[in-house]
C-alpha cells in the first residue's frame, strides 16, 4: 500500500470538491488500505454527492454522524490531512490506490488457494480452473474505465477527426479493400469490428484478405480460428 497516495487523495480533494468528482466511481473507499482514510473518502463522496464542498468543518459533521470521528483520530487526522500538499495529479494517486488494491485481492486469493490445493478430494482439473477464474475476477474487481469529461472527450473527438482529414481520410489499418476502407476509414485501436454473415458467405476469407493487405502495408497481423486448421486456411 502507499499512505502516502492515500493522503495525497484525500488532500486534493479537501482542496477542490472537482478532483473527487474525477475519482467518484474509480475509487471506492474500500480500496484504501489505511481504514481511517477510507472512512474519510466515504464521508467526502457522500458529501459532495448530496450537491456540498468538502472543507474540514463539513467533513468532521458527516464524520461524527456516522460515529467514525473517533475512529479516524478525531480532529487531530482531520488537521493532518492539510499537511499533505498533493505533489501529483489525482489521477495518478488514484491509480496507484487501486493497483495496490488488486494486489492485495490477488494475494489473499491465492493464500487462500494454496490452502485450498491439499485438500485433494477435488479434482485437479476442477482446483486449477476455480483458482484461474478467482485470480482473474481478484484481478479485475477494481478496473474501471477512466472518467472523461464532456470537454476533454470533444476536444479528443476533433483532434482525431483532424487527423483523419490530414491523413485523407484513411490513418486507421488499411484493409485493402476500397469500399471498406472508405466506409470504415481503416481499422482502429481500441475498436472492435465486428464481421457477421451466414455460413459459406465468405467471412474468413474476407478477413484472410484484410490480413495479407495489412501485412503489405508492414503492419504485424496476430490471426485466430477457432473453427479451422492452419492448413484449412491457407
Known sequence: HSAAAERGLLCHALLSSDALVEVDGVVTPADFYVEANGHAFDAMLAIVRRGHKVDQ???REELARR??????GGDEFLVSLYDHSPDASVDTYAKVITGYARRRAVIRVCEARAAAGYDLESEH?????QTEAMVLRAAEASVVADVVDARTSMIRFWEHASKVKAAGGLLGVRSGIRALDNFLVGFWNEELTVIGGRPSMGKTALLETCAVNALSDGKRVLFFSLEMSETLLW
Open 125 to 129: 482439473a476442477d482446483y486449477i480452473e
Open 57 to 59: 468543518i463539513v467533513l
Open 67 to 72: 460515529g467514525k470521528l473517533d475512529a479516524v
